[in-house]
């Protein structure tokens, strides 16, 4: 079972894989295509490496639920335990 | 009169250099960009075909990590010879509603293709990337480079196996001529030094089997040539109504003067033995510039080294040119480069204008024994000057599906 901080840091390690994001402007607070501006495409390998990594399962209707980082690491997190 | 349409920029990224010119030093000198390949894939699936001519740069050295993780590799080396033949002709200020693509592949995102369906069988569908139909598509390509330029009066992508790099061209000068643009960004991309199409092209026998000797595998018009040696990268030129250059004070290479496509209508694979539908094509691009036989001074063949296709392009050559064909220095590059498939038509292209503009023609290695029943003019050891003066050069490139495209280029 993951803290959310180490939910967050694997999460920032995902998302700079596939946008070149710096990792630490990943906060929980910021919004996928608002503030970081990842498109539906790159959000869906995003939520498929976090499947992976995190050992979970997000449905394609949840995604459009997960507007914020802080939104990911919460339903990761819920869904571990 | 038909609107006159010059060169202005180059790019390339091939087996003997990641730039162009890297490349044409090389093309020069004569070497040879085969090798032995490494990868663990050969043994495991017992290819019958153990080499062949890698980029000399990798894509990755040259675009980002993210950018490159939405291409193919052969769109990715699609861009990179775009970028560096936009540079190269100094546009700094265009119409984009009047800047066009036509940029080719012979194949498409094959390694995309199969690497998904390996996914999709060893970890099922939702690991299958989302990215996968725009990478795979054959226009991925065209569509990559119109987005990285802004090229905004429409992407084209022919698909004409080996011949689609020089149809490209063909298509950019008719976009152009027939006012629906005034810049075209041509060319072709191919990247499918994969298991899969080794051992497909290895099948039909087309490939040569040199294992213990990469180097000299790739011969055209020599006694012992037994196949093609695979090849990829990317050629890119950028054409411009000459208007448009003069307008904006550019360096021209030179004038993109005629173009033809033909088709055999006679095998799936095999060439007309008697060259007919290249010998109409050779006519028909010298009809389109109003060329004379005796302003054509080189030639850079299609020459493959396949036992069968070499001689029927002579024959070719020697129907439409007459007995001016034994003026004619004949550059084989294929024997330095091995065969770019879709992209061979674009590279062999900008080596063709570079020929025109710098006056020499590039050296065909590996010609030790040549074939008696294919007596050309053929460059070897060292390159060769051509004349001042007005000059022509054509390029041919002939695809499976009995396809058959010429470019002539002409000196400014």
């Not at chain 1, 070149?20 to 402007?25: C, K, M, N, Q, V």
């Not at chain 2, 349409?5 to 490349?23: N, S």
Request: net charge negative; aromatic share 4%; with cysteine.
């Amino acid at each position: 079972m993951a803290s959310n901080e180490e939910i967050l840091a694997g999460l920032a390690e995902i998302v700079n894989e596939e946008t070149g994001l710096a990792t630490e402007a990943v906060e929980l607070d910021k919004s996928f295509t608002e503030d970081l501006d990842i498109d539906s495409i790159s959000m869906m390998t995003i939520v498929v490496n976090a499947e992976e990594k995190f050992g979970v399962r997000i449905p394609d209707e949840e995604v459009k639920n997960l507007k914020t980082v802080g939104d990911a690491v919460s339903f990761i997190a819920d869904a571990q335990a | 009169m038909a609107r006159k349409v010059v060169i202005t920029g180059l790019g390339a990224t091939t087996p003997i250099g990641g730039d162009v010119p890297t490349m044409w030093n090389n093309a020069l000198k004569g070497v040879s960009g085969a090798r032995t390949l490494e990868d663990d894939w050969v043994a495991k699936y017992e290819l019958p075909v153990h080499f062949a001519a890698r980029a000399s740069t990798p894509a990755l050295d040259v675009l980002s990590r993210v950018e490159a993780k939405r291409m193919d590799p052969s769109t990715q080396f699609g861009v990179v010879a775009a970028r560096e033949a936009w540079a190269d002709s100094g546009i700094t200020e265009v119409d984009h509603d009047r800047l066009a693509v036509a940029f080719a592949t012979g194949i498409g995102g094959v390694w995309t293709l199969l690497d998904a369906w390996d996914t999709l069988r060893e970890k099922g569908p939702r690991r299958v990337l989302p990215m996968t139909v725009p990478m795979l598509m054959p226009n991925g390509v065209a569509a990559a480079v119109s987005l990285d330029l802004g090229a905004r009066a429409g992407a084209h992508t022919p698909v004409s196996a080996c011949a689609s790099g020089t149809e490209a061209l063909h298509l950019g000068l008719d976009l152009i001529r027939s006012g629906k643009a005034d810049v075209v960004v041509c060319g072709g991309a191919e990247a499918a030094i994969h298991p899969m199409p080794i051992a497909a092209f290895a099948s039909m026998q087309a490939l040569s089997r040199r294992n213990d000797d990469p180097e000299h595998a790739s011969r055209p018009y020599d006694t012992g040539r037994d196949g093609f040696v695979m090849g990829e990268g990317a050629g890119a030129l950028v054409i411009e109504a000459e208007e448009h250059a003069l307008a904006r004070g550019a360096r021209i290479y030179g004038e993109l003067a005629g173009t033809s496509v033909t088709a055999d209508a006679y095998h799936i694979t095999a060439p007309d033995p008697q060259g007919l539908g290249a010998t109409r094509a050779l006519k028909a691009a010298m009809f389109d510039g109003r060329i004379q036989p005796e302003e054509v001074v080189h030639v850079n063949a299609h020459a493959t080294s396949t036992p069968v296709g070499d001689k029927p392009e002579y024959t070719a050559l020697r129907a439409a040119l007459g007995a001016h064909v034994d003026n004619v220095a004949v550059s084989a590059t294929k024997s330095q480069m091995g065969h770019l498939l879709g992209a061979s038509g674009a590279v062999e292209a900008v080596l063709t204008v570079l020929a025109v503009y710098e006056r020499k023609a590039p050296v065909t290695i590996n010609l030790e024994n040549q074939d008696p029943e294919i007596p050309l003019d053929v460059v070897t050891k060292t390159a060769r000057d051509l004349p001042a003066g007005n000059i022509v050069a054509l390029s041919n490139s002939f695809g499976f599906g009995g396809h058959n495209a010429v470019i002539a280029v002409r000196s400014i």
